[in-house]
C-alpha cells in the first residue's frame, strides 16, 4: 500500500531547479520523511545513496576537521559501495540532526558542489536548528513534510471518490450517494489521523487493534524522544506539558493555561519546555489576534493562545477516545466537544501552508476558533461539529467588520450564500479551490 504524497511535486521542481541547493526535510516524526525521499529517489533518479546518520555512528566521523567537499562524496561512495555521480544520483543524509558537521557542512556543498543533489532529514530538525550556531542560512532549501492530509488517505482508500472531489466545480450541494461515503471516510481519519503506517496498516487489514498498536508506538517514540533529546532539566515539565493538551483543549475556550499544567506554574516556568515540543514539530501554536487586521502578527496577543498536537489521531489517543465512539457512534461530532474536529481543521491549515493562523475573541461574548489571511483578504473560519450550525460569535464578527467571505467547516452539505461558504469537512483540502472559484464570481 502506497500512500501518494502531495509534496512528490514539490520535490520534482527542487530536482530540476536551476537554483537548487542541498535540501532540508523537517517533520515530526513517523510523518514519512524517509519513506517519501526513498520513493523519490526510487522514481525520479537513477541511482540512491541512503545514509543515516543515528545508524550508522560512524558516519559524523567523515565530517570533522577540515570540510573538503569531493574528499566527503568520494568516501561515502566508498561506503555505499559505489559512485555517487552529479544529477543521476539522489544522496540521502537521514536523522542528520545527530551531527551537526554535517549539517554544517551543506553549505560547502552549495557552494562546491551545486552539481550534487542532496536532501537531509531528520525527526529533531526543528530543535536541532534552533541551538545550531552558525548555520548555513540561504545555503539549504526547506521543506516541511506533515501528517498525511484527509485528501492524501482517500486518494489511498477510495482514489475515484478522491477524484470526483477534486474535480467539484460548482459550489452547490454533493449527492448524497458521496457524501454518505465521504463521512465514513471522514470518520477513520479523525480515528487514526494522519500518520502513514497508522493509516496503510488500517487500510490494508482494517484490523482497529492493529492500527491503534502503531499509533501507541509512535506516541511512545515521542515521549523516548523527550528523554533522550531534551534537556535534562526540562524533561519533567515536557511531559507535564504534552500531556495537559488534551485537557486543556477539552475546556470550554481551550485556551492554554499555564496553572492548569502544574499547579501555580507561570510562563517562565514552561518556556522552555513549550519551545521544545514547537520547535519539535509536536504541537501547533495560534495567538488570539485583536483585530482582523494585515499584517495579522502586528495585531496578535502572545499572551494569550491555544495549543493543538500535529496529528489529529494522536489527539484522540491521548485523550482516550474509544476508537469506537468515532467510528460508529452517530453523535461523533459531539464528543470530546469538537476539538478533534478542531484540530483537524487546524492541522490541515498548517499543511496548506497558511500561516500564522489567529483566534479572535470579542470579550466573553464571541469567540471565532481562527482566523486566516488569502492574499489580500482576511477570512474567519469556524468550525461546526455537527449538522447545527447557528453561530452567535460568527454573527457578532460579520456583523462588526464585514468580511468579503465568511468560512465554516461542519457536516453540512457544500454551498455559498450571502458571503458565508460552508465546507463540508471532508472538503477540507478543497479551501484553496474552492476560495478561488468565489473569485472568479466577482
Avoid at 458571503?419 to 476560495?435: K, M, S, T, V
Amino acid at each position: 500500500m502506497r500512500i501518494e504524497r502531495q509534496k512528490m511535486n514539490e520535490l520534482i521542481a527542487w530536482q530540476n531547479s536551476s537554483r537548487r541547493k542541498p535540501l532540508i526535510v523537517r517533520g515530526v516524526r513517523q510523518c514519512g520523511k524517509t519513506w517519501l525521499l526513498k520513493e523519490f529517489g526510487r522514481l525520479h533518479f537513477k541511482d540512491t545513496a541512503y545514509f543515516n546518520f543515528e545508524r550508522q555512528r560512524n558516519l559524523a566521523s567523515l565530517f570533522t576537521g577540515t570540510i573538503d567537499p569531493e574528499r566527503i562524496l568520494m568516501e561515502l561512495g566508498a561506503l555505499a559501495g559505489k559512485a555517487l555521480k552529479p544529477q543521476t544520483t539522489l544522496i540521502i543524509f537521514d536523522e542528520i540532526q545527530t551531527s551537526p558537521e554535517a549539517l554544517n557542512a551543506l553549505k560547502y556543498f552549495c557552494e562546491e558542489k551545486s552539481e550534487y543533489a542532496i536532501a537531509a532529514a531528520g525527526s529533531l530538525l526543528g530543535v536541532t536548528l534552533s541551538a545550531q550556531v552558525g548555520f548555513p542560512v540561504g545555503k539549504v532549501n526547506f521543506m516541511e513534510l506533515t501528517p498525511c492530509s484527509f485528501a492524501e488517505y482517500l486518494t489511498a482508500a477510495e482514489p475515484t471518490l478522491a477524484d470526483y472531489c477534486n474535480q467539484v466545480a460548482a459550489l452547490s450541494p454533493l449527492p448524497e450517494a458521496f457524501t454518505q461515503r465521504l463521512e465514513k471516510h471522514l470518520r477513520n481519519y479523525l480515528a487514526f489521523g494522519g500518520m502513514p503506517e497508522v493509516l496503510t496498516t488500517f487500510i490494508e487489514t482494517t484490523d482497529i487493534s492493529q492500527a491503534e498498536a502503531v499509533q501507541q508506538e509512535i506516541l511512545q517514540s515521542y515521549e523516548l524522544d523527550f528523554s533522550k533529546h531534551a534537556p535534562v532539566r526540562d524533561i519533567p515539565k515536557l511531559f507535564l506539558l504534552w500531556n495537559s493538551i488534551p485537557d486543556q483543549l477539552a475546556r470550554e475556550n481551550a485556551k492554554f493555561m499555564y496553572g492548569e499544567v502544574k499547579s501555580g506554574a507561570r510562563a517562565k516556568d514552561l518556556e522552555d519546555a513549550l519551545r521544545w515540543l514547537l520547535e519539535a514539530g509536536l504541537i501547533h501554536r495560534i495567538n488570539r489576534l485583536e483585530q482582523p487586521v494585515i499584517p495579522l502578527t502586528a495585531y496578535e496577543d502572545r499572551r494569550n493562545f491555544k495549543l493543538y498536537l500535529a496529528d489529529t489521531g494522536i489527539l484522540r489517543k491521548m485523550a482516550q477516545v474509544p476508537v469506537a465512539a468515532v467510528l460508529l457512534n452517530k453523535d461523533v461530532f459531539g464528543e470530546f466537544k469538537g476539538r478533534l474536529v478542531e484540530n483537524y481543521v487546524q492541522q490541515h491549515l498548517y499543511a496548506m501552508g497558511i500561516n500564522p493562523v489567529h483566534y479572535w475573541t470579542s470579550g466573553n461574548t464571541a469567540e471565532v476558533d481562527f482566523i486566516i489571511q488569502s492574499d489580500e483578504l482576511v477570512l474567519p473560519v469556524e468550525v461546526k461539529s455537527g449538522l447545527n450550525v447557528r453561530s452567535h460569535s460568527m454573527q457578532v464578527y460579520r456583523s462588526k467588520y464585514n468580511p468579503k467571505v465568511a468560512i465554516r467547516f461542519s457536516m453540512q452539505n457544500l454551498k455559498y450564500d450571502n458571503g458565508l461558504l460552508n465546507i463540508p469537512l471532508y472538503l477540507i483540502d478543497q479551501l484553496p479551490r474552492l476560495l478561488k472559484i468565489i473569485s472568479s464570481l466577482d
